[in-house]
């Protein structure tokens, strides 16, 4: 199994910055995407930021030039810089991995606990 942890979530002012990062752990073959999700109070979950093994990202139209998603292949983890922040951002964010976990196997689906992220003056 994979085990997805997050840090750094919290409250900001807007126009502020904020640092989220997730690290995997367990035993896995292949940790193809990971990436960030996020999901407001009575809203679907949303896609911020993902990042495949092929270093192809992608982002959501309403973070792009604001938040910047990167990975350490090397310790599984991701990482999403989020600046110029708006109170309409605020929303659970949730890491999110594509991972195969033996030779040949299909592509499971795992994500972390999710961390609040609260945009207000």
């Known amino acids: 199994q994979v085990q997805l942890v997050e840090s750094g979530g919290g409250l900001v002012q807007p126009g502020g910055s904020l640092r989220l990062s997730c690290a995997a752990s367990g035993s896995f073959f292949e940790l193809n995407t990971m990436g960030w999700y996020r999901q407001a109070p009575g809203k679907q979950r949303d896609l911020i930021a993902t990042?495949?093994?092929?270093?192809?990202?992608d982002y959501a139209d309403s973070v792009k030039g604001r938040f910047f998603i990167s990975r350490d292949f090397d310790r599984n983890t991701v990482s999403v810089q989020m600046n110029s922040l708006r109170p309409e951002d605020t929303a659970v964010y949730y890491c999110?991995?594509?991972?195969?976990?033996?030779?040949?196997?299909?592509?499971?689906?795992?994500w972390g606990q999710g961390t609040q992220v609260t945009i207000s003056s």
């Open positions: 999110y991995a594509r991972v195969r976990l033996g030779v040949g196997m299909t592509f499971n689906e795992y």
């Open positions: 990042e495949d093994g092929g270093r192809n990202t």
